[in-house]
């Protein structure tokens, strides 16, 4: 049976790619199910004020009209339960639970899918580098993914659109808008050849600012490795190559061709980090293909939403982690009041100082500064990693994190 209109129900009552889905979620077989429950006057359910308004005003004929609105103008609306959706995405975190796409979501089938980014300004050696690896792991049979994006991520969509392969562009917006407008003329050749535009936004959504990471966490997951090719100093693309990496995937890199460049400030940290270098398509299909990894991603149950698993620690992590826990250091002790307020730099966003500001008196757990801080999970673990590159904080083993001073 086809539950897409359920799930869809879901996202107008609760909100697109809201964690509290899922939470509901676990307690119901099905999102029929969930949906008469939070339907019944006398359910048990515990919801807000705003759930419980939706939950009353807004039928389920509304969810019917918008996906019979979406076919008419050629959008495809898939739920997480359909045999279309991406597998790749059952296993990460808050994974979308409905997908609207306008092409062939089909192409996502394969398991040679390649994430490739970088960034909108990109230097000529990126630009060439990005056009002719693509162009060959494209003919090669992968599938390359991009956010559709000026500059790196254009080049590498059409290096496959223009010999005739598919290519996914996951778009931070509804996939009927023109954005960027630069890239309209970009979409039939795409198309075309086979290719998708596909969103966890409903369509119409305008590109505004906070959809982006949300994105990137899908952006990241479909691709079984992911390239990044160009990356400076505040580089989205680390971002999207953290998530990958958190989430079992390869992360290669293309070396920088000016170590001295600010340009490739970004390449230089990821091959630091333990990204693999990248000369050829054959890297990248060697990695993929022949590498014995077991992506741990895949290996977590279904809807990690509800809990994410955590890693194995060693004893030596073990014994560190409850040092930080229990207040032990090789250190003298300092109390609360000893110890330094680093200095915070000014371009920090709000929700940034205020997870700064929360490990002031020390480290705290991922999920305790998500709890305390109110805030989603996902949301939080990229503000995390945006501030590991601005070198406001370092992480622990544990999934520990502290404030650097």
Not at 12 to 20: D, L, S, Y
Not at 135 to 156: N, T, Y
Not at 381 to 405: A, D, N, W
């Amino acid at each position: 049976m086809d539950d897409t209109k359920y799930w869809l129900w879901l996202n107008m009552v609760f909100g697109t790619g809201n964690h509290r889905i899922w939470e509901i979620m676990s307690l119901y077989q099905t999102a029929e199910n969930a949906y008469a429950a939070l339907t019944d006057r006398e359910s048990m359910v515990s919801l807000n004020e705003k759930e419980q308004k939706n939950a009353a005003e807004i039928p389920l004929s509304s969810a019917e009209s918008f996906i019979a609105n979406c076919n008419r103008r050629g959008i495809g609306v898939i739920a997480c339960t359909s045999p279309e959706y991406p597998k790749q995405l059952e296993h990460i975190y808050n994974p979308p639970s409905v997908l609207y796409y306008k092409g062939n979501i089909s192409c996502l089938k394969t398991e040679l899918t390649v994430t490739a980014v970088g960034t909108r300004k990109a230097t000529a050696y990126s630009l060439k580098a990005a056009k002719e690896i693509c162009s060959e792991l494209s003919a090669r049979g992968a599938v390359i993914i991009s956010g559709f994006a000026m500059g790196i991520d254009l080049a590498c969509s059409m290096a496959a659109a223009e010999i005739g392969r598919p290519t996914v562009c996951v778009m931070g917006c509804g996939v009927d808008v023109d954005y960027p407008k630069q890239n309209f003329a970009y979409r039939d050749p795409i198309l075309s050849a086979g290719g998708v535009f596909v969103s966890e936004f409903p369509p119409g959504t305008p590109p505004i600012s906070p959809n982006f990471p949300k994105r990137n966490r899908i952006l990241a997951a479909l691709g079984r490795a992911v390239v990044v090719f160009e990356a400076g100093t505040r580089s989205g693309s680390l971002i999207t190559a953290n998530l990958a990496a958190g989430q079992g995937r390869e992360v290669l890199c293309l070396p920088p061709a000016d170590i001295f460049s600010e340009a490739f400030v970004g390449n230089i940290k990821l091959l630091r980090d333990g990204a693999i270098p990248m000369y050829s398509a054959s890297d990248v299909i060697d990695c993929i293909t022949f590498r014995k990894k077991q992506y741990a991603a895949e290996a977590m149950p279904k809807r990690a939403a509800v809990t994410s698993a955590e890693k194995t620690l060693t004893n030596e992590e073990m014994t560190e982690m409850m040092k930080v826990l229990n207040g032990i250091s090789d250190e003298p002790r300092q109390t609360k009041r000893e110890i330094r307020k680093a200095e915070l730099p000014d371009d920090l966003s709000d929700q940034q100082r205020k997870i700064a500001e929360a490990l002031e008196n020390g480290p705290l757990h991922a999920d305790e500064l998500a709890s305390s801080l109110e805030i989603d999970t996902g949301e939080l673990m990229t503000e995390l990693t945006e501030l590991e590159i601005f070198g406001t904080v370092r992480s622990l083993p544990g999934k520990m994190y502290e404030l650097i001073r």
